[in-house]
């Protein structure tokens, strides 16, 4: 049988002369992301999903979500887990180019982003939540996708055959081994017992697939005010709940309450389940939005 893989994948996709940073997988993902909400939203307008937004309108709700997202997920992840370095250096914040993005600030962000936009269009916030929510997770996916590309965010130790070896986790003695050193190494079998779960793929699949999945069938028919996005809150709870159990947390942090389990992203994430059930419950006495006729 087949032995752990070692992860060997530059994050940069394209290097360029004139730009030192070059340009990242994970941004390209970000693309990915926003380009497949784009095309999902166009074609729910079109079906008259939310009455009386055209495509341009929709354009400008893509446009302020969009900034939500990078806003509130960087903010977010400067609050969440690294507010120690933003409270010694300000322009922490700013330092995009080292990393450091959170989903729930980008989610609060977006939040943001769409009461702003509905209120100037007159529109219930939760209606316009209903028809964004099952635009988000093909971009989970494919930013989960870049945290394993990037080879950040790993898993813990497995001695499973389907574990990855990370050159950036702890490996040991070989820990600072130049990748063609590691190679060897791997070839060997010597860094078998250093694989982790490659937990960001495990994201990938659950907040990335399995949600895109439930969400866009779940909301193929007309659904009651707040069922789209509770569904959305309490499928995200529940599965980053579960992952973070076998997903290494922040060094900066680590596991809180003196325990060994509980993380920063559990306790952010059990809100979510409880406004996903709460909007559940609401949904059963609330309006049903009829889509428009062609």
Do not use: C
Not at 126 to 133: G, L, N, P, S
Not at 167 to 181: A, C, I, K
Request: proline residues 7%.
């Amino acid at each position: 049988m087949p032995g752990p893989i070692l992860h060997d994948i530059d994050p940069i996709a394209l290097h360029l002369p004139f730009w030192p940073h070059g340009i990242h997988w994970y941004g390209i993902m970000y693309l990915l992301g926003f380009g497949v909400a784009w095309w999902l939203g166009t074609r729910r307008i079109r079906a008259g999903r939310l009455p009386g937004l055209d495509e341009n309108g929709f354009g400008d709700l893509l446009f302020y979500a969009m900034l939500g997202v990078v806003l509130g997920g960087r903010i977010g992840y400067v609050l969440f887990y690294a507010f120690g370095d933003f409270l010694a250096n300000p322009m922490f914040l700013f330092k995009i180019n080292e990393g450091g993005m959170s989903f729930h600030g980008g989610l609060l962000g977006v939040m943001i982003a769409v009461a702003w936009w509905s209120w100037n269009q007159k529109r219930h916030v939760f209606d316009t939540m209903d028809f964004v929510a099952p635009l988000v997770p093909p971009g989970l996916g494919f930013g989960r996708l870049g945290n394993y590309i990037g080879g950040e965010l790993w898993g813990k130790p497995t001695g499973g055959h389907w574990g990855v070896i990370f050159p950036n986790s702890d490996l040991g003695p070989y820990t600072g081994q130049s990748m063609e050193q590691l190679r060897a190494l791997h070839a060997s079998g010597a860094l078998d017992s250093y694989a982790r779960h490659p937990s960001q793929l495990y994201q990938a699949a659950l907040e990335g697939l399995v949600m895109f999945l439930v969400l866009y069938f779940f909301s193929r028919q007309p659904r009651p005010r707040y069922a789209v996005s509770g569904m959305f809150a309490l499928m995200y709870g529940v599965f980053r709940i579960a992952v973070e159990f076998v997903r290494v947390p922040d060094a900066q942090i680590g596991y809180r309450f003196g325990t060994d389990w509980v993380t920063q992203g559990m306790l952010l994430s059990l809100p979510l389940v409880a406004v996903g059930l709460l909007l559940l419950w609401m949904s059963r006495r609330a309006p049903t939005l009829l889509p428009a006729k062609a």
